[in-house]
């Protein structure tokens, strides 16, 4: 009998071109934040010297100081309201009789997939000091009962919308939890809100905890919601401060930038560190749990109603409100006192879009980024993920700290940054290759260098930066998929004598096809609602529905805002129908 | 049969319960009743999925049946035409889960206390109180402890120090021996016996286990298929079986094959393979009438002997106190227990007229 002998190992490219292009695209950036910082000008000016001139003016800017301090008040807030609401909605939706858990669950994801630019602008035309429901109230009550754009509002409506977050991971955690430990309180006496309190969410307090911390790195992370609902009264945090510098000195002050920039992340990169850490021990917490059974609803009995008031009261204020008064703003061509809704109403705006093409453009480029660049990016995603599947080496751990950095860049700094990249690293490739005299050297400063400079104003330097940004969360998409692959099934390949990459072509990539077809979907959500990456990125060709609402905004284009926004939330609607559709789990 | 309510501490009336609803409803429980005396202990025993744990479940309010009464005492906790169904937490009952659910974030005193803090007990009663019971339970020293590092089996008692700490008129054990090895349950067998004795407790277990029913139990309920099978002590569950289910679920038997002769009163005649064997009737009547021996109950013989059957020995097995022997001719196959290893060879199997049944 023969054996039939198989080839060689060889060296792994294949990983190692993964490993060194993700590496390049999560540091270079990064690393470019930090060189500016410590510059005194921009870079590509000629006097720039080396210090720490541009944190000293920071610093010593009162501004600086508000911004931060708000920022810390709003990421607090967002905990303490978000966490305890979350847990308590986690709790009723998972394990009580709650009427109409059916049609809440898919309801609560809705602010997550929103983009908070859309819900702050949805906020100022249906509860601004000229809005929907104050001109309604107004009428109703002789005065407006609230001020939407106090900071307590903003901390409010930040904290109220954060709350699906933690109700994911609650959610998750409880339905891990079995339910005899519940079962065993009840019997002894509990009713269903001392089993909440005494039993489920300290059960559940890892998950809670980690969602904590998730929620209040997010509070650092806002930037939209603020831009919108914080600028009449002038309320800033970090982000917002950031964005206002470009305008605040006149001349590009990338260098100032650059220190705001260091400063945040220096806040944002503990806090996604302790909640890799928190996660992990969470995830061993859960060898301590109740037996799952099959297990009948807690009743909720009288409290049931008061219950489904409170939540409903919650979908009202978070769902209902910004986005009934984007799609009204976006039909009526002018809104105030004394005017009546049907004496105004129009599809103009739509027409207006229509007639500009560098509208028309940002739709189908957020479309195109969403369906073609989603699809791109999971490919790199599964790329990277299966260069580190199976495979527990320092190559490994590198990309799991990795793809876990550009989490606590915020979109918008991310977008500056690959502003910089786009920049910079042309004209320092050029000024390299000048200094040589060979021929390639000229030619390729002639020929390649143009282009690379070009690549800036394409949608590609987009979708680069947006696929940077949200490297973490699609990473976690793939690998819940890959974790599902039993090792026995790629074992047993190996075993028949399949390379490593044959394995992984026949057997790995082949399971987790629907996994990737969901993570597509997701990231398609993500890349939909996604707005401060592309700020600074926003150039005639790059336009994207995102960017252009915070530059229409700051020109205050209010039809051509609610118009884009009501596209914009169809968009995700569309999305999230599909997902629903076919059973896309929206969450793991 | 009619019972007093007043005598009973637990009375269940004609309990139907179904999983799911409408087209796809699937019966689990089909008109069960029973009841618990005060200090009695009675047994739930069937195979999986005749529907003991729904039970238990059901008179905890962790279930909600469809039809029937629930009477804890002289209370109604469930009544299904009136749509009376008092939460489980007002049914106050103890009940000691299979997984032992004990609250890994609580120590062991606060995982007993908590029922008596429900109860709005003060804060030095509850500590006498839970004192008490974990003293009584030998774990008097482990008050500060957390679940996790105890054994399986303080585990399982400080489950049982939580169901019993506020006196619950009625005490649920949910097969509570299952999860421990086969060495430790033998103790907590006896542990639990003598504890229910010693407390003179009220409690309904349920168990898969018949040896540990008949051990624990002054009465057993055999469940078969959602409907009580046959109910009453474990002596005459084992030795006077009413129907075949009952007589092969409850001990190691022997199915003769053999065919009715004659049948005069309790008194059949058997034929098989040519010998006639007397046997004892026992129930109704079947259409196909099983003849029934337990394993211990049949005689080994080197001669011949009355009512016995002649087939040659195949293999003995070792079992420690005793060998089980397997004797084997075509489709004949019977087993009986010896003190000594056999020696190869035809041997003549004895079977008793009044233990051979007939079903």
């Given at each position: 009998?023969?054996?039939?002998?198989?080839?060689?190992?060889?060296?792994?490219?294949?990983?190692?071109?993964?490993?060194?292009?993700?590496c390049l695209a999560v540091?270079?950036p990064?690393?470019?934040?930090?060189?500016?910082?410590?510059?005194?000008?921009?870079?590509?000016?000629?006097n720039?010297?080396v210090?720490l001139?541009?944190?000293?003016?920071i610093?010593?800017d009162?501004?600086?100081?508000?911004?931060?301090?708000?920022?810390?008040?709003?990421?607090?807030?967002?905990?303490?309201?978000?966490?305890?609401?979350?847990?308590m909605?986690?709790?009723?939706?998972?394990?009580?009789d709650?009427?109409?858990?059916?049609?809440?669950?898919?309801?609560?994801?809705?602010?997550?997939?929103?983009?908070?630019?859309?819900?702050?602008?949805?906020?100022?035309?249906?509860?601004?000091?000229?809005?929907?429901?104050?001109?309604?109230a107004k009428?109703?009550l002789?005065?407006?009962?609230?001020?939407?754009?106090?900071?307590?509002?903003?901390?409010?409506?930040?904290?109220?919308?954060?709350?699906?977050?933690?109700?994911?991971?609650?959610?998750?955690?409880?339905?891990?939890?079995?339910?005899?430990?519940e079962?065993?309180?009840?019997?002894?006496?509990?009713s269903?809100?001392?089993?909440?309190?005494?039993?489920?969410?300290p059960?559940i307090?890892?998950?809670?905890?980690?969602?904590?911390?998730?929620?209040?790195?997010?509070?650092?992370?806002?930037?939209?919601?603020?831009?919108?609902l914080?600028?009449?009264?002038?309320?800033?945090?970090?982000?917002?401060?950031?964005?206002?510098?470009?305008?605040?000195?006149?001349?590009?002050?990338?260098?100032?930038?650059?220190?705001?920039?260091?400063?945040?992340?220096?806040?944002?990169?503990?806090?996604?560190?302790?909640?890799?850490?928190?996660?992990?021990?969470?995830?061993?917490?859960?060898?301590?749990?109740?037996?799952?059974?099959?297990q009948k609803?807690?009743?909720?009995?009288?409290?049931?109603?008061?219950?489904?008031?409170?939540?409903?009261?919650?979908?009202?204020?978070?769902?209902?409100l910004?986005?009934?008064g984007?799609?009204?703003?976006?039909?009526?061509?002018?809104?105030g006192?004394?005017?009546?809704?049907?004496?105004?109403?129009?599809l103009?705006?739509?027409?207006?879009?229509?007639?500009?093409?560098?509208?028309?453009?940002?739709?189908l480029?957020?479309?195109?980024i969403g369906?073609?660049?989603?699809?791109?990016?999971v490919?790199?995603?599964?790329?990277?993920?299966?260069a580190?599947?199976?495979?527990?080496?320092?190559i490994?751990?590198?990309?799991?700290?990795?793809?876990?950095?550009?989490?606590?860049?915020?979109?918008?700094?991310?977008?500056?940054?690959?502003?910089?990249v786009?920049?910079?690293?042309p004209?320092w490739?050029?000024?390299?290759?000048?200094?040589?005299?060979?021929?390639?050297?000229?030619?390729?400063?002639?020929h390649?260098?143009?282009?690379?400079?070009?690549?800036?104003?394409?949608?590609?330097?987009l979708?680069?930066?947006?696929?940077?940004?949200?490297?973490?969360?699609?990473?976690?998409l793939?690998?819940?998929?890959?974790l599902?692959?039993?090792?026995?099934?790629?074992?047993?390949?190996?075993?028949?004598?399949?390379?490593?990459?044959q394995?992984?072509?026949?057997?790995?990539?082949?399971?987790?096809?629907?996994?990737?077809?969901?993570?597509?979907?997701?990231?398609?959500?993500?890349?939909?609602?996604?707005?401060?990456?592309?700020?600074?990125?926003l150039?005639?060709g790059?336009?994207?529905?995102?960017?252009?609402?915070?530059?229409?905004?700051?020109?205050?284009?209010?039809?051509?805002?609610?118009?884009?926004?009501?596209?914009?939330?169809?968009?995700?609607?569309?999305?999230?129908?599909?997902?629903l559709?076919?059973?896309?789990?929206?969450h793991? | 049969?009619?019972?007093?309510l007043?005598?009973?501490?637990?009375?269940?009336?004609d309990?139907?319960l179904?999983?799911g609803?409408?087209?796809s409803?699937?019966?689990i429980l089909k008109?069960?009743?029973?009841?618990?005396?005060?200090?009695?202990?009675?047994?739930?025993?069937?195979?999986?999925?005749?529907?003991?744990?729904?039970?238990?479940?059901?008179?905890?309010?962790?279930?909600?049946?469809?039809?029937?009464?629930?009477?804890?005492?002289?209370?109604?906790?469930?009544?299904?035409?009136?749509?009376?169904?008092?939460?489980?937490?007002?049914?106050?009952?103890?009940?000691?889960?299979?997984?032992?659910a004990?609250?890994?974030?609580?120590?062991?005193f606060?995982?007993?206390?908590?029922?008596?803090?429900?109860r709005?007990?003060?804060?030095?009663?509850?500590?006498?109180?839970?004192?008490?019971?974990?003293?009584?339970?030998?774990?008097?020293?482990?008050?500060?402890?957390?679940?996790?590092?105890?054994?399986?089996?303080?585990?399982q008692?400080?489950?049982?120090?939580?169901?019993l700490v506020?006196n619950?008129?009625?005490?649920?054990?949910?097969e509570?021996?299952?999860?421990?090895?086969?060495?430790?349950?033998?103790?907590?067998?006896?542990?639990?016996?003598?504890?229910?004795v010693?407390?003179?407790?009220?409690?309904?277990?349920?168990?898969?286990?018949?040896?540990e029913?008949?051990?624990?139990?002054?009465?057993?309920?055999?469940?078969?298929?959602?409907?009580?099978?046959?109910?009453g002590?474990?002596?005459?569950?084992?030795?006077?079986?009413?129907?075949?289910?009952?007589?092969?679920?409850?001990?190691?038997?022997?199915?003769?094959?053999?065919?009715?002769?004659s049948?005069?009163?309790?008194?059949?005649?058997?034929?098989?393979?040519?010998?006639?064997?007397?046997?004892?009737?026992?129930?109704?009547?079947?259409?196909?009438?099983?003849?029934l021996?337990?394993?211990?109950e049949?005689?080994?013989?080197?001669?011949?002997?009355?009512?016995?059957?002649?087939?040659?020995?195949?293999?003995?097995?070792?079992?420690?106190?005793?060998?089980?022997?397997l004797?084997?001719?075509?489709?004949?196959?019977?087993?009986?227990?010896?003190t000594?290893?056999?020696?190869?060879?035809s041997?003549?199997?004895?079977?008793?007229?009044?233990?051979?049944?007939?079903?």
């Open positions: 009998m023969t054996t039939f002998s198989l080839p060689r190992a060889r060296l792994n490219w294949p990983r190692g071109l993964v490993v060194a292009l993700t540091f270079v990064l690393l470019l934040i930090f060189y500016q910082s410590f510059l005194s000008a921009p870079f590509f000016m000629p720039k010297e210090g001139d541009a944190f000293r003016f610093f010593e009162a501004d600086f100081w508000m911004a931060f301090k708000n920022g810390l008040v709003l990421a607090a807030g967002l905990a303490v309201i978000a966490v305890p609401l979350g847990g909605l986690a709790f009723l939706m998972i394990r009580t709650l009427p109409g858990r059916g049609w809440i669950a898919p309801l609560l994801l809705v602010p997550i997939f929103v983009s908070p630019m859309v819900m702050g602008f949805g906020y100022v035309v249906s509860m601004g000091p000229v809005g929907f429901y104050s001109v309604w009428q109703l002789g005065f407006i009962p609230w001020n939407i754009y106090s900071f307590t509002s903003i901390v409010v409506i930040a904290g109220l919308t954060h709350v699906p977050h933690v109700y994911l991971y609650a959610s998750s955690a409880l339905k891990s939890l079995g339910s005899d430990v079962e065993a309180a009840r019997v002894a006496g509990a269903p809100l001392q089993v909440m309190l005494n039993v489920s969410l059960m307090m890892p998950a809670l905890a980690y969602a904590g911390v998730l929620v209040f790195f997010l509070g650092f992370e806002v930037f939209g919601l603020v831009l919108v914080g600028d009449p009264e002038g309320h800033l945090v970090l982000a917002t401060y950031l964005y206002k510098l470009t305008n605040k000195l006149g001349t590009p002050s990338y260098h100032l930038m650059a220190a705001v920039a260091v400063c945040l992340v220096m806040v944002t990169m503990p806090l996604v560190m302790m909640q890799r850490w928190l996660l992990k021990s969470a995830n061993k917490y859960v060898s301590i749990k109740g037996k799952g059974a099959r609803a807690m009743p909720l009995g009288r409290w049931k109603w008061v219950a489904f008031a409170v939540l409903a009261g919650w979908l009202v204020f978070t769902i209902v910004p986005l009934t984007i799609v009204l703003r976006s039909f009526v061509q002018y809104w006192e004394g005017v009546k809704l049907a004496d105004v109403l129009t103009q705006h739509f027409r207006d879009i229509l007639e500009q093409p560098s509208l028309m453009r940002g739709i480029n957020t479309v195109l369906v073609v660049g989603g699809g791109l990016a490919v790199c995603y599964t790329g990277i993920a299966l580190m599947h199976r495979k527990q080496d320092g490994t751990r590198l990309l799991d700290y990795s793809v876990l950095v550009p989490r606590a860049v915020p979109g918008l700094l991310a977008g500056l940054s690959f502003l910089w786009f920049l910079f690293v004209s490739l050029d000024g390299f290759l000048k200094l040589s005299d060979s021929g390639l050297a000229a030619w390729l400063s002639a390649v260098i143009p282009a690379l400079r070009e690549v800036r104003s394409t949608i590609f330097a979708w680069l930066a947006y696929s940077v940004v949200w490297l973490a969360y699609g990473m976690r793939i690998s819940t998929a890959l599902q692959v039993g090792p026995e099934l790629e074992e047993a390949a190996r075993a028949v004598g399949a390379s490593r990459g394995v992984t072509r026949d057997v790995t990539v082949p399971l987790i096809k629907y996994g990737m077809l969901g993570a597509w979907l997701m990231v398609f959500l993500i890349f939909e609602r996604e707005y401060s990456t592309g700020v600074y990125l150039s005639p790059t336009e994207v529905i995102g960017a252009m609402l915070v530059s229409l905004w700051a020109g205050g284009s209010t039809d051509l805002v609610a118009a884009l926004s009501f596209i914009n939330i169809t968009l995700v609607a569309i999305g999230l129908g599909i997902a559709r076919f059973g896309v789990k929206l793991n | 049969m009619k019972h007093d007043n005598m009973n501490e637990l009375t269940v009336t309990l139907h179904d999983y609803t409408g087209a409803a699937n019966p008109g069960v009743s029973m009841h618990l005396q005060r200090g009695e202990v009675v047994a739930l025993l069937g195979p999986s999925g005749s529907g003991k744990t729904t039970l238990l479940r059901a008179v905890a309010g962790l279930e909600s049946p469809k039809a029937g009464t629930i009477h804890i005492g002289d209370r109604q906790v469930f009544d299904g035409a009136a749509k009376v169904e008092m939460p489980a937490e007002a049914r106050n009952l103890g009940l000691v889960f299979q997984s032992y004990l609250w890994p974030h609580k120590t062991v606060d995982n007993v206390a908590y029922g008596l803090k429900l709005k007990m003060g804060k030095g009663e509850i500590a006498a109180k839970v004192g008490d019971v974990l003293q009584q339970l030998g774990l008097g020293h482990l008050g500060e402890r957390f679940p996790h590092q105890l054994s399986g089996g303080q585990q008692r400080v489950a049982i120090a939580r169901a506020y619950p008129p009625v005490i649920l054990l949910d509570p021996l299952s999860n421990l090895d086969a060495k430790l349950r033998e103790e907590a067998r006896a542990f639990l016996r003598e504890l229910i010693r407390l003179g407790l009220s409690a309904l277990m349920v168990t898969h286990d018949q040896a029913a008949m051990a624990i139990s002054d009465r057993i309920l055999l469940l078969n298929n959602g409907k009580i099978e046959q109910q002590s474990p002596q005459s569950m084992y030795e006077t079986p009413e129907t075949l289910f009952t007589a092969e679920f409850m001990g190691s038997n022997n199915r003769v094959p053999a065919t009715v002769v049948r005069a009163g309790d008194a059949v005649t058997l034929s098989s393979d040519g010998a006639t064997l007397q046997g004892t009737g026992r129930g109704v009547a079947g259409a196909e009438p099983v003849a021996i337990r394993v211990e049949v005689r080994i013989s080197a001669e011949q002997v009355d009512n016995a059957i002649q087939l040659p020995l195949l293999t003995c097995m070792y079992l420690g106190d005793r060998w089980e022997c004797f084997t001719q075509g489709d004949t196959s019977l087993r009986a227990y010896s000594y290893k056999l020696a190869p060879g041997y003549w199997l004895q079977m008793p007229r009044e233990k051979l049944w007939v079903f």
